[in-house]
């Protein structure tokens, strides 16, 4: 049974950083593209960063770009958002996502101005 769990989460002020993990367990995920996907309340969720299976492509949507950073450690089964230079508009529930098949259940940012 495939689990992702993501971690990280919380409340910060504008302009402060978060770093999100997503561990993965019951699957290899050295064969998946990782990604991070948010959700704000109202909106559809959006695709925000990918990773490829060795970590040497990564894409960002362009309203994170330059500001968030994805990385994964296939020996932990980890997955990583570091997040800087935060906006409220950051806020939402952050998801992780194995093969673009499997989620976790989601850590919830909060950023205020």
């Known amino acids: 049974q495939v689990r992702l769990v993501e971690s990280g989460g919380g409340s910060v002020q504008a302009g402060g950083s978060l770093k999100l993990s997503c561990v993965a367990s019951?699957?290899?995920?050295?064969?998946?593209?990782m990604g991070w996907y948010r959700q704000a309340p109202g909106k559809e969720r959006e695709l925000v960063s990918t990773i490829s299976t060795a970590g040497g492509i990564t894409t960002y949507a362009g309203s994170v770009k330059g500001r968030f950073t994805i990385s994964r450690d296939n020996a932990k089964s980890t997955v990583y958002l570091q997040m800087n230079s935060l906006k409220t508009e950051d806020t939402a529930v952050y998801l992780c996502a194995a093969c673009r098949s499997y989620w976790g259940q989601g850590t919830q940012v909060t950023v205020s101005s």
């Open positions: 019951g699957y290899s995920i050295t064969s998946c593209e």
